[in-house]
């Protein structure tokens, strides 16, 4: 499918039902999340005005995973993210989170493979490491947008510090866990 690796073009009707133009078929959300997971680029029209509504239908997909059993998404994160509407870092923090994302889908299988080997605490640096990009990146997207250039660094930000030793011991006991685990 989708050989010329063009945007699948799905039209969803009134009736909520949504229709593949590239099979000619009709497809379920599920499809559709299934399709994200391939790499598979779709735009989602209204069939009736032709209004491009991918981030409602994503939002959607979200939603049904998030009220299955695949919660992925905490309650406090839910609510940081509901928090950020409205305010100013609400233009640059989509962009942060995009490239905090792909930086995290880079490094999946390095961490993968780290904590899968024995030894004391295989992967905790390259996590340490890779959070403290996250929040080099942060402060240079909030230097942008704010055109300040005296934003606070992360070494200058002392919860930023806390937050990445917390994060750090959650590391530890994982990789403790995992370990249990695999000596069984």
Do not use: C
């Not at 979200?62 to 919660?71: A, R, T, Y």
């Not at 406090?76 to 993210?81: C, I």
């Not at 995290?104 to 992967?123: C, H, M, T």
């Amino acid at each position: 499918m989708n050989a010329k690796k063009e945007k699948v073009i799905i039209k969803k009707y009134a009736n909520r039902r949504l229709y593949n133009t590239d099979s000619s078929s009709y497809v379920t959300l599920e499809f559709l999340s299934q399709l994200v997971r391939d790499g598979v680029e779709f735009v989602v029209l209204d069939a009736k005005t032709g209004e491009d509504i991918t981030r409602q239908v994503l939002t959607q997909i979200i939603f049904e995973e998030e009220n299955g059993d695949s919660n992925l998404l905490s309650v406090n994160f839910l609510r940081d993210l509901i928090s950020y509407y409205g305010k100013s870092v609400q233009s640059f923090f989509p962009s942060y989170l995009e490239m905090s994302m792909k930086n995290f889908a880079q490094y999946q299988d390095q961490w993968r493979k780290a904590l899968s080997v024995g030894g004391e605490n295989p992967g905790f640096d390259m996590f340490s490491n890779a959070m403290k990009a996250n929040m080099e990146m942060f402060t240079k997207a909030a230097q942008a947008m704010t055109g300040n250039p005296f934003y606070p660094t992360p070494k200058e930000e002392p919860q930023a510090d806390n937050q990445l030793k917390a994060m750090q011991e959650q590391l530890k006991a994982m990789q403790e866990q995992l370990d249990k685990i695999a000596k069984k």
